[in-house]
Structure formats: structure tokens, C-alpha cells
């Protein structure tokens, strides 16, 4: 992945447009908002993409634009957190694909917002085996293809994984999202001996359709909403942001215009943490 700068080798090098000519993106929850939005950025940039994803129309769509812009894309129908079907997965891409230099381990779910009292262990299982678990199991099946290379690896947390209000009936999501965090750091300092860097990111508000399947409480409802994403909540913003501008970001993680970063968090929330 390290490509000279110097004069002599400007010939060689992708233009900037082009700068992940030839290589393999792996993305998780590919078919919707942040993870649809980057596979598409990943794609226009010049990799290959193996979208992974539970069995959706909106996946198929992916599939046929990025195949639209002359790349190779193929779908792998999969829950992140089955081990089993993950491990296949994954080697089914790397062996269609011929290599993995880029893992976006995006997938997540809001799962159940309810008061801790009324939180069922299932609906807690669940979150934490998606939004964590699955992560685990992205990564963990994928350093394998990564190590002779290097490569970069992006994982979406949220600012929910460490913000001091996380909002009302969030505890589970909330402690998926921080354990992300501390696994994209403990993975960064193991896998720096390959050549891989591992960054997270942490998005504030996005608009994209994780809202759909959330179930919650109608406590949670009256309580949450007007706290946590009040109108006009992120100063940057007049409401949320764009699954675009969160792709963009990861664009940058993902090439080696940040060759030097790894083991960061990076907030792209337009300061709502800060409010
Ligand atoms: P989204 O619902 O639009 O997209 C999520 C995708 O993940 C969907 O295509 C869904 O089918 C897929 N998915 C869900 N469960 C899966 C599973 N078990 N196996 C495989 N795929 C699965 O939501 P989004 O907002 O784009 O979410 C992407 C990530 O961004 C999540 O990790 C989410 O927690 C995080 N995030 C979102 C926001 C936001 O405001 N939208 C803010 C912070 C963090």
C-alpha cells in the first residue's frame, strides 16, 4: 500500500482520483446509508468491493453501480455476527478478489432502546453481537488475507461509544459503540506489526435508515428523542449529516494519504459532541 512520492515515481503513482486502482475493499453493511455510501466512494476511487450484508434489494443496487463504473463488485448475503458464515464469507471474497487491502467493519444496528430496568439480556445480546461481536469477526477473518500487504482497516463506531450523554434507554448500543473503540485501538497495536492500520470513527447523527428496525420503549420515546437529536442539533449542520460526507472520510483512512494514522478515533459529528 506505500506508494513512493518523489519525482521520479509521480509516473507510477494513481492519479488522485484513482488512488485505489487494483485494490480490494471488503465493506459490512454495505447496502444502506454510511457503508452504501463508502462501498460507492471506495469504487468511484478505483477498488474492487465485496459488499457484505444481510439479503436486501438495496445491496443488488450497490452491486450494479459500482459493476456500472467498469469495477468488480459481488454481494455476500451474511450476518456479521455468525462466525460461521462470516469465516466463509470472507474467504470467498478473498479468493474471488485475489487479495484484501481495505476492511470498512460498518454494519450495526440501533437494536433495542429501552431503560436499563426494562432490557431484556436477548435485546442486549443482540446489539452487542452485531455492532461488536461482528466487528470481531470481520477483522479477525480478514488479517489473514491483509498480513503478507498491509492494508487499512475502518470500523464505525458512533459518538455514543464516549460521550458523556449518551442519551436515554441507550446502555446497550452504547456499550457496543465504546467497545469498538477499544478493540480498533488494541487491534491497531497488534496488527502495526503487518502493516495494517486500524482507525475507528465516530459519527454523530447521519441520515440514513438505521432508524427503520429500531425497537423502543415508549418511556424511551418520550424521553430520548428531544434530548439527543433536538433540531439543528450539530452546529455545523441544520440537522444530521450525509452518509457522503462520512464515506469521504473514510476514503481518506482507507488509502495511504493517511499512511501515518493509526489507532485513532475520529469524531465527524459537526461538533455535536461538543455541545
Ligand atoms: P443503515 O441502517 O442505513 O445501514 C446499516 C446496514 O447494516 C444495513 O444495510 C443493514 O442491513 C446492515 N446490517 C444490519 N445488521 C446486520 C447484520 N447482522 N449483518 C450484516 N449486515 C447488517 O445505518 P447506518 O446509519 O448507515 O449505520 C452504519 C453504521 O453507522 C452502524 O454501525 C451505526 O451504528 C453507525 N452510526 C450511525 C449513525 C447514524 O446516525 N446513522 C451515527 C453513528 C454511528
Same mark, same amino acid.
Given at each position: 500500500?506505500?506508494?513512493?512520492? !518523489? ?24 447496502? $444502506?446509508?454510511?457503508? *452504501? ?9 478505483? %477498488?474492487?468491493?465485496?459488499?457484505? !450484508? ?6 443488488? !443496487?450497490?452491486?450494479?453501480?459500482i459493476r456500472g463504473m467498469g469495477r468488480q463488485?459481488?454481494?455476500? !448475503?451474511?450476518? &456479521? ?10 474467504? %470467498? ?5 485475489? *487479495? ?15 431503560? +436499563? ?17 461482528? =466487528? ?19 470500523? =464505525? $463506531?458512533?459518538?455514543?461509544?464516549? *460521550? ?8 446497550? #448500543? ?6 469498538? &473503540? ?5 487491534? %491497531? ?26 425497537? $423502543? ?10 434530548? &439527543? ?37 475520529? #469524531? +465527524? ?7
Amino acid at each position: 500500500m506505500n506508494q513512493k512520492l !518523489d519525482d521520479k515515481d509521480q509516473g507510477s503513482t494513481p492519479t488522485e482520483e484513482l488512488i485505489l486502482a487494483g485494490m480490494t475493499a471488503l465493506v459490512t453493511g454495505a447496502g $444502506s446509508g454510511i457503508g *452504501r455510501a463508502s462501498a460507492l466512494k471506495l469504487a468511484r476511487a478505483g %477498488a474492487n468491493v465485496c459488499l457484505l !450484508d444481510l439479503i436486501d434489494e438495496r445491496t443488488a !443496487d450497490v452491486e450494479e453501480e459500482i459493476r456500472g463504473m467498469g469495477r468488480q463488485a459481488e454481494f455476500y !448475503d451474511v450476518d &456479521v455476527s455468525d462466525p460461521v458464515r462470516m469465516e466463509r464469507a470472507i474467504r %470467498a471474497a478473498a479468493d474471488r478478489f485475489g *487479495r484484501l487491502d481495505i476492511v470498512f467493519a460498518n454494519a450495526g444496528i440501533n437494536g433495542t432502546l429501552a431503560p +436499563i430496568e426494562d432490557l431484556t439480556p436477548e435485546a442486549w445480546d443482540d446489539t452487542l453481537a452485531i455492532n461488536l461481536k461482528g =466487528t470481531f469477526l470481520t477483522v479477525k477473518n480478514a488479517v489473514p488475507y491483509m498480513k503478507a500487504k498491509g492494508g487499512s482497516i475502518v470500523v =464505525t $463506531s458512533s459518538i455514543n461509544g464516549n *460521550r458523556k450523554f449518551s442519551g436515554f434507554g441507550m446502555s446497550a #448500543y452504547s456499550s457496543s459503540k465504546a467497545g469498538q &473503540v477499544a478493540f480498533a485501538k488494541m487491534a %491497531a497495536l497488534e496488527l502495526a506489526r503487518y502493516r495494517i492500520r486500524v482507525n475507528v470513527i465516530c459519527p454523530g447523527g447521519i441520515e440514513t435508515n438505521i432508524g427503520e428496525n429500531t425497537k $423502543s420503549s415508549k418511556e424511551v420515546d418520550k424521553i430520548r428523542i428531544p434530548v &439527543v437529536y433536538p433540531e439543528g442539533s450539530q452546529p455545523l449542520e441544520h440537522g444530521q449529516g450525509r452518509p457522503e460526507q462520512v464515506a469521504d472520510l473514510v476514503w481518506f483512512l482507507a488509502s495511504d494519504r493517511s499512511s501515518h494514522i493509526t489507532g485513532t478515533e475520529i #469524531y +465527524i459529528d459537526g461538533a455535536e459532541t461538543l455541545l
